[in-house]
């Protein structure tokens, strides 16, 4: 059964909600017309909601309702409402800090869980965007803006504490997205569990070995304390390639109703697992090997970019506003070696840490309940196949053998000699 709902919250309808969105004067302002010739219609694929998108005369929105359950699974998957909320009060804060990189809120509902935001046009999803083997020559320069400015100004080296343990506090009871986060990734793919899924039976044998691999249970166990425990930034909390809009001249960063204050290593990781994936997806779409060797080469560069943008960016904030607790100035003076040594040794933990997350992400797309369409679009189960073997070869080597990692480039290395030995 569905978690009871509050007086007054009713799933939305295309009529329902043209009735409620003509009660608000600057909605109607913006879309224009009557209500009555504005188009509605529900267009949501994603897991959880209910996505419309509302067109007028002068122009459109987005409006995204949360539903008492997992829409993925059904009503027998309760899923607190409240996660409207966060992501309402995620995005209000992320706009302050990441103007032109998140969707305008236009309106919160909160009788109904109900969000209105511009309607992102002609921005698409990037992941299918991926898919379709685009390049996005902005991407990093916005990603790495967007992910440096987000974690940094919510964290301790530039809060003061005080406003820290609130935002700490207003995010904690964001429990049943985290759940969804500690069993998806950081439990169910180690172990038998009727969620789990995989390219049968050609990967039974990996996810088998998955649940008998020692080593991994330890390294994942750990991970999962690490993201249990450690409040650090707030988070976007499912910072993947499909919940990035773009265009060639423009990202946005959507969906952040799994926001709450964890490790930022966790959103950096995920986002460069989710890149890695893809890389090793194209030789499923390939209709002529070498095809894409070019797309692959700039997946490449745009991991390394990343990274190296991210914590460049990072860095230079922490050297710019040192407005936080955490690291004081007292201590550490601007410009002395021990300040730099800080910075240097908290940014490689960051790496670290990052690269378990990134090899956590990408085991989780492929044995776990919710994979990815980079994979999944892959319709010969054999080639699919292939391709997830090599994905979790690497994934397994990141989570257990991070430390080994030194820099970025020595993860698309390993990646590029996977495939390579594959295929020549
Ligand atoms: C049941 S929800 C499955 C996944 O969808 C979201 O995109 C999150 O990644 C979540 O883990
Ligand atoms: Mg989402």
Redesign the pocket.
Known sequence: MALPTPDGYRMMDENELRHLLAGLPDIVARLGGDSGSWQVREVGD???NLVFIVEGNNGGICVKQALPY?R??GES?PLDLNRAFFEYRASVIQAEHCHGLVPQILHYEPTLFLIVMELLSPHIIMRRGMIDAVIYPRFVEHITDYMARSLFFTSDLALPAAQRKAMITEFCPNTDLCK??ED??FTHPYMVHELNRWTSPQLDGWAAAWRGDDQLKLAISRLKLDFLSRAEALLHG?L?T??IMVTPDETRVI?PE?AFVGPMAFDIGKLLGNLVLNFFSHDGHETVSHERDAYRAWVVETIHGVWHGFAQKFLDLWTRHRTGDAYPRDLLPEGSAIFAQAQNAFIEQMWTDAVRYAGASMI?RTLG??HNADLERIEDPDRRAACEKRVLELARDLVVNAGSYASVEQVTGRARAIRERDLG
């Open positions: 994603g897991n959880l997992v993925l699974v998957w969804i986060t998806l990734i499912d993947h499909g919940s969906d799994f989780r309940l919710a």
